[in-house]
């Protein structure tokens, strides 16, 4: 299988914990994203990392990529209620299309 | 700058009739791309489109289902003698470059019911 697989299924946090979510995948990729999806919305896209890249950071957001264990990470640190979503991997490898994983359920209580 | 529109946001439809689902892409995107999404589950690939060209359609059911992009006016999926495990929620996204070297916009999907 081409997707990512999303560890934790759900989370469950304290508002100003931090959130970290993986990401395990067997095929190799040209890049990871991840998103995040809102109850009854679209995806929204968060970050892209490239097979090159270790690392990125978005404000809160900051992940990782280890292509030798094939597996992401997405850490939220000081979440907040706001921050209550699904959250997805997509892998992006050439000739082929994305593909999203299951998610991450995370519920961040205030 | 309107994101991506899909249209309309619910549809019921009772076995056997036709769904058509609209989306028009960012301004500027010329890449569209149709997922479905079950309840609790992550997104499937359907197809993806460029202006008048079906690109993949790897995802598609062989049957009842088809995809246009036109040169004018919307992107459209449909499904035609509609089941009841066609009921979905069907997102769909563009980009302005070929996907995977640039993010996906996503509209906030038709949720389709099938009664």
């Known amino acids: 299988s081409q997707q990512g697989e999303e560890d934790p299924q759900a989370l469950s946090i304290q508002e100003g914990e931090n959130a970290t979510m993986n990401c395990s995948y067997k095929?190799?990729?040209?890049?990871l994203q991840w998103y995040r999806q809102n109850s009854g919305r679209g995806l929204v896209h968060l970050i892209l990392?490239?097979?090159?890249?270790r690392e990125k950071h978005s404000g809160r957001l900051r992940v990782t990529l280890d292509t030798s264990k094939k597996s992401s990470s997405l850490l939220i640190t000081a979440s907040r209620a706001a921050d209550t979503a699904s959250y997805f991997c997509?892998?992006?490898?050439?000739?082929?299309?994305?593909?999203f994983g299951g998610g991450t359920r995370l519920m961040v209580k205030p | 700058n309107a994101g991506v529109m899909q249209n309309p946001r619910h549809l019921v439809r009772r076995r056997g009739q036709e769904a058509r689902l609209r989306c028009s892409p960012m301004?500027?995107?010329?890449?569209v791309y149709w997922y479905r999404q079950l309840p609790e589950e992550g997104l499937k690939f359907m197809v993806y489109?460029?202006?008048?060209?079906?690109?993949?359609e790897s995802g598609m059911p062989k049957e009842r289902f088809s995809a246009e992009f036109p040169k004018e006016g919307p992107s459209i999926l449909r499904i035609q003698q509609v089941v009841r495990g066609d009921s979905a929620a069907y997102f769909c996204?563009?980009?302005?470059?070929?996907?995977?070297?640039?993010?996906?916009?996503f509209g906030n999907g038709t949720r389709l019911t099938v009664t």
């Open positions: 996204a563009s980009s302005p470059r070929v996907w995977g070297d640039s993010p996906l916009h």
């Open positions: 095929t190799s990729i040209n890049n």
């Open positions: 990392i490239r097979s090159n890249e």
């Open positions: 997509a892998l992006f490898n050439a000739g082929n299309m994305l593909t």
């Open positions: 301004k500027g995107h010329s890449h």
């Open positions: 489109l460029q202006k008048e060209n079906i690109i993949d």
